[in-house]
Nanobody, 118 residues
Framework: VQLVESGGGLVQPGGSLRLSCAAS????????MGWYRQAPGNQRELVAS???????KYADSVKGRFTISTDNAKNTVHLQMSSLKFEETAVYYC?????????????WGQGIQVTVSS
């Protein structure tokens, strides 16, 4: 199983970015997918997650600015981020709780850099 992130980069404060993550491999079921982030010197924190049925969860700091969505047919999750702040510069990691040939487990992407700077 692989989780491949895309869409990161440099954005000005107040700007927007859309992250995407595609899960591939021998996947038979997905319970939820989502995004964490880790800034230098900080612990990894949950940004947002979404279940297969569409139930979402957001960190308080991003509510109203970030939107998570899925394309279940493509095993893909997206994170639309708007009104980005300097302090949201971090490596963003895709994660998924899914079932493959070895059973259920949590899988992680390699991470993608998001830099908010003027």
């Amino acid at each position: 199983v692989q989780l491949v992130e895309s869409g990161g980069g440099l954005v000005q404060p107040g700007g927007s970015l859309r992250l995407s993550c595609a899960a591939s491999g021998s996947i038979s079921n997905i319970n939820f997918m989502g995004w964490y982030r880790q800034a230098p010197g900080n612990q990894r924190e949950l940004v947002a997650s979404i279940t297969r049925s569409g139930v979402t969860k957001y960190a308080d700091s991003v509510k109203g600015r970030f939107t998570i969505s899925t394309d279940n047919a493509k095993n893909t999750v997206h994170l639309q981020m708007s009104s980005l702040k300097f302090e949201e510069t971090a490596v963003y990691y895709c994660h998924a709780n899914l079932q493959d040939s070895t059973g259920w487990g949590v899988h992680w992407g390699q991470g993608i850099q998001v830099t908010v700077s003027s």
